[in-house]
């Protein structure tokens, strides 16, 4: 998992080819004015989808990672909590194929993550967003997929 945020993101880039079109999406479009819908950058194999929450308590929200996508997680608006841990230190539950969502249980670390951050998430790194800091956090976020 790396968090930091888009003026670092050329530091990126030699870590997967299709890191240049995500980051470049993120950096030229106005995300603010952008409708919540998925944005097909290089077909499926790199797509953008924008989505406005409302974050819920911890004990709401569940451990995830993907077999056959990388995401980066870039917060336009608001801030949350987000877990994360190895997906070797969880207990897999379930497989979803055509989610490519691998469903897991157990504990791990929790970060503070804010407006103009991005965060990625390689297919070891198990992660928990949408989860609230206050008793109502609304947040505007874009999270994109690019095919390993």
Not at 26 to 38: V, W
Not at 84 to 92: S, T
Request: hydrophobic share 35%.
């Amino acid at each position: 998992m790396i968090i930091d945020t888009l003026k670092n993101s050329n530091s990126y880039h030699v870590l997967n080819n299709s890191f240049s079109a995500a980051f470049k999406f993120l950096m030229e479009n106005d995300l603010n004015n952008l409708e919540e819908k998925k944005y097909e950058i290089d077909g499926d194999k790199i797509y953008a989808t924008l989505k406005t929450y409302e974050c819920k308590s911890r004990d709401l929200c569940t451990w995830d990672a993907h077999l056959k996508y990388i995401d980066i997680h870039f917060i336009i608006e608001g801030s949350e909590y987000i877990g994360y841990a190895n997906i070797d230190k969880l207990d897999f539950q379930e497989y979803v194929e055509e989610k490519d969502k691998v469903v897991l249980k157990g504990e791990g670390e929790y970060i503070r993550f804010e407006k103009d951050y991005f965060a990625i998430f390689f297919p070891q790194d198990a992660h928990m967003p949408i989860i609230k800091m206050s008793d109502s956090q609304q947040v505007k976020k874009v999270i994109i997929k690019i095919k390993i």
